[in-house]
């Protein structure tokens, strides 16, 4: 069971917006920068934000994260076939046990 | 653009060790600011941290698998190594190198493209 929860799975179509929501602990999250990962099919995982809401160079703007508390999500505008994928969560952990903690993963179904 | 590449051998059997190799291209291992990194993906399953090294030989372990783990790194070469004595089955997963950008991003920003390691006689 992981330590960050994340729904298993949503789903949406073409063109619409879609949230993915990451619950934690206030030694993770809620003291911490969560992360997000795109991980496509038969692929390893990409950073898509950092820093709770900051976006690599190359990563459109349609991806965008918040946090507030021990929460935070992962908003994905224009969907597109090619989002279809699981992405991740992860923030480091005060308690040091283990240091860092992912979420189970959401997989990301466009309808 | 940095660029990590995992290697070793995609078979192991029970109770033997595991030995990995991520070797970084692109940058130094010893610029500092980041921990060298091993998470691992079992099958069908999401991501666990295994543990990191920093370039100096510092490290951090992931407690369930501290017993078992030795991560260490060879700045000549630009790579680090993941060593997992005693395998067994729950050990068969996909092994990423990764670098944790800890003085930048606060995340893990690149990654190997992942190695599968499958623990069976």
């Known amino acids: 069971q992981s330590v960050l929860t994340q729904p298993p799975s949503v789903s949406a179509a073409p063109g619409q917006k879609v949230t993915i929501s990451c619950s934690g602990r206030?030694?993770?999250?809620?003291?911490?920068?969560v992360s997000w990962y795109q991980q496509l099919p038969g692929t390893g995982p990409r950073l898509l934000i950092y820093?709770?809401?900051k976006r690599p160079s190359g990563i459109p703007d349609r991806f965008s994260g918040s946090k507030s508390g021990t929460s935070a999500i992962l908003g994905i505008s224009g969907l597109q076939t090619g989002d279809e994928a699981d992405y991740y969560c992860?923030?480091?952990?005060?308690?040091?046990?283990?240091?860092?903690?992912f979420g189970g993963g959401t997989k990301l179904i466009v309808l | 653009q940095l660029q990590l590449q995992e290697s070793g051998p995609g078979l192991v059997k029970p109770s033997q060790t595991l030995s990995l190799t991520c070797a970084v291209s692109?940058?130094?291992?010893?610029?500092?600011?980041?921990?060298w990194t091993w998470i691992r993906q079992h099958p069908g399953k999401g991501l666990e941290w295994i543990g990191y090294?920093?370039?100096?030989?510092?490290?951090s372990y992931n407690p369930a698998l501290k017993s078992r783990l030795t991560i260490s790194v060879d700045t000549s070469k630009n790579q680090f190594s993941l060593r997992l004595t005693s395998v067994t089955a729950a050990d068969t997963a996909v092994y990423y190198c990764?670098?944790?950008?800890?003085?930048?991003?606060?995340?893990?920003?690149?990654w190997g493209h992942g190695i599968l390691v499958t623990v069976s006689s």
């Open positions: 692109g940058g130094s291992i010893s610029s500092g600011g980041d921990f």
């Open positions: 206030n030694s993770n999250i809620g003291k911490n920068y």
């Open positions: 820093e709770n809401k």
């Open positions: 992860a923030a480091r952990d005060d308690t040091m046990n283990p240091e860092w903690v």
């Open positions: 990764a670098r944790d950008a800890y003085d930048s991003r606060h995340s893990f920003d690149y």
């Open positions: 090294i920093y370039y100096s030989g510092s490290i």
